[in-house]
């Protein structure tokens, strides 16, 4: 399957790195992914809102699992989040560009998550223009 065909399948997602500075990637996904109708929960415990929509600390804070869970965070936090993501039952992890590292993939790939390794920008932009 695409990354693009994973887009459009996935229904809900849980966006790691949610911030409210309209410059950053995490921000731009953020809303990339509800103009094309998607459910996506922000992650990040320094924020509880983004956009008028509640912004969660904990990926097992969710209201329930999501298909698809996007970082937007540094390797190095990301690591740290891997253990509740599988408590939590997500499968999936969208890997934007500079979010993993060797340590990350052996880990990711160590508790059985399926990685994607693509913008979730780019690839909308290539496909949107279609």
């Known amino acids: 399957m695409t990354p693009y065909e994973l887009l459009n399948q996935s229904e809900t997602y849980a966006l790691f790195g949610i911030n409210d500075d309209p410059e950053k990637y995490a921000l731009k996904i953020y ?8 459910t996506v929960w922000g992650i990040n415990p320094k924020y509880t809102e983004v956009d008028g929509d509640t912004v969660y600390a904990s990926v097992l804070d969710l209201p329930k699992t999501p ?14 989040m891997l253990e509740d993501m599988k ?35 780019a690839v909308y932009s290539i496909y949107d223009k279609k």
């Open 31 to 38: 809303r990339k992914l509800k103009e094309h109708g998607k």
């Open 87 to 121: 408590t939590k039952g997500i499968t999936k992890l969208w890997l934007q560009p500079g979010t993993f590292d060797d340590a990350f993939l052996d880990a990711a790939h160590t508790l059985g998550f399926e990685t994607i390794d693509a913008c979730v920008l």
């Open 67 to 80: 298909d698809i869970a996007v970082m937007v965070v540094n390797p190095r936090i990301g690591i740290t």
